[in-house]
């Protein structure tokens, strides 16, 4: 989705709107704001419900603090206004109280971003601004403080985040990234000690992301191509819908014929993705004017080396990812539903990504449909699109109730008799 030419008002609904439905405000709290070419600040407003704002609710506070709109501005205005006057090159404010942010938050604390890969980057360097009034000119200043320093995300003791950007879409990937990681560290700390990437990790990824595949003239798209592309689109929605991908993380590809394949771009909003948005990789070569994921080398290896995959997903999924920043197991072995979709589950290496995309193709025969990756995602194949989908949202449910049931008491797995059982009867070789 092209947002240049969106006016404020409706980008300013369209992130509330995600913010809200995906339980990172409440019906009061939170805010967002643009500051416009002209200097005007457009903010949501005060004290209307988060669940049925319009476009027309939204308020424009002139420089000369002139209000126009039928309500009045956020109560957090005045740290809105302090903060742009500290950062001329600030575009778009987010502040909101999501449950895992409050939660460092009120420990004082700050999420850690090195546990995968990307998220130190979307993130940048975090702040964290001393307690004050909500509301408050005290607030404001502590927080426009912070932001003069160069940082564009502050944690605010006892109350929740405030993220700064060049736009709204950035400034909510950033907000967005930094909840995740909040989620995921919390998790993690649930059934061991989170481990950390290391610069050594880093350089291993900055040296693997500058290889490019060579480019071709796309000139047909046929039927089934089409079709392929929309129900890729539509079920990424809905995987990010379901918190399986993020904004900025998760990919899917499916195969055309051969060994060419249909992959998410680089860099795109997950939650806007368009058919024509998809890249597609024919003889090793990109489609001209895109830019494929950086797993495109994996994907293509496994499209190669196991015939029997149609469909890969790379993803990030908080429950699962648990598993991959800390030294605990997953054992699939909970439900018949669960070992059946997803087998055993090997743990690989934080570099079988970068460094051996062969040699990690090679581990996916029909009996290993996924695997985790060391502090980097989860890998999952399948025969068709929705097979993959299914097995990553089995992953995820399995995770999440495995860590719930570590509350509960001892987690018992299903015994080798009855998976043997399972295996007969549903022929699972």
């Known amino acids: 989705m092209n947002q240049e030419f969106l006016h404020p008002t409706d980008l300013l609904l369209q992130f509330i709107n995600r913010i809200y439905n995906h339980g990172m405000t409440t019906t009061s709290g939170g805010n967002l704001s643009i500051r416009d070419e002209n ?42 206004r302090l903060i742009y006057q500290a950062r001329p090159d600030l575009k778009a404010i987010i502040h909101a109280h999501p449950p895992a942010l409050v939660s460092f938050s009120i420990v004082r604390r700050i999420p850690d971003t090195r546990l995968l890969p990307n998220e130190r980057q979307i993130c940048g360097e975090i702040g964290i601004a001393p307690y004050a009034l909500p509301g408050s000119e005290q607030l404001g200043e502590n927080i426009a403080a912070v932001f003069k320093s160069g940082i564009d995300t502050v944690m605010l003791e006892n109350h929740g985040v405030v993220v700064g950007a060049g736009d709204l879409p950035q400034a909510f990937n950033r907000f967005e990234t930094l909840d995740f990681c909040a989620r995921l560290e919390i998790e993690a700390r649930r059934i061991g000690n989170p481990v950390l990437l290391t610069d050594e990790d880093y350089d291993i990824v900055r040296n693997k992301s500058t290889r490019q595949l060579d480019t071709y003239i796309r000139d047909t798209c046929t039927s089934e191509e089409k079709e392929i592309r929309q129900d890729m689109c539509a079920l990424m929605r809905r995987a990010y819908k379901q918190g399986l991908f993020t904004s900025t993380q998760g990919t899917f590809s499916h195969r055309l014929f051969g060994h060419d394949f249909v992959i998410t771009p680089y860099g795109k909003d997950r939650n806007h993705l368009e058919p024509g948005d998809l890249v597609r990789i024919e003889n090793g070569k990109a489609e001209a004017g895109k830019q494929p994921s950086k797993s495109v080398f994996l994907h293509e290896a496994i499209y190669k080396m196991q ?74 194949a399948g025969q068709s699109l929705l097979n993959a989908f299914d097995r990553l949202e089995v992953a995820e449910y399995s995770a999440k109730s495995i860590l719930s049931a570590r509350t509960l008491g001892n987690v018992i797995h299903i015994d080798d008799d009855r998976i043997r059982e399972l295996e007969s009867a549903f022929n699972l070789d």
């Open 39 to 80: 200097g005007d600040i457009w903010i949501t407003p005060a004290g209307v419900d988060k669940g049925s704002l319009t476009r027309g609710d939204m308020v424009c506070v002139k420089e000369d603090g002139t209000v126009l709109g039928i309500h009045k501005p956020s109560s957090e205005f005045p740290f809105h």
């Open 307 to 380: 015939p029997h995959v149609d469909s890969v997903i790379i993803a990030h999924p908080p429950n699962i990812m648990a598993f991959a920043v800390t030294d605990a197991v997953f054992d699939s072995r909970t439900i018949p539903e669960s070992y059946i979709l997803l087998r055993g589950m090997p743990k690989l290496p934080f570099n079988a990504v970068y460094n051996e995309p062969e040699r990690t193709a090679s581990l996916f025969r029909p009996d290993t449909p996924i695997a985790i990756v060391n502090n980097n995602c989860v890998i999952v």
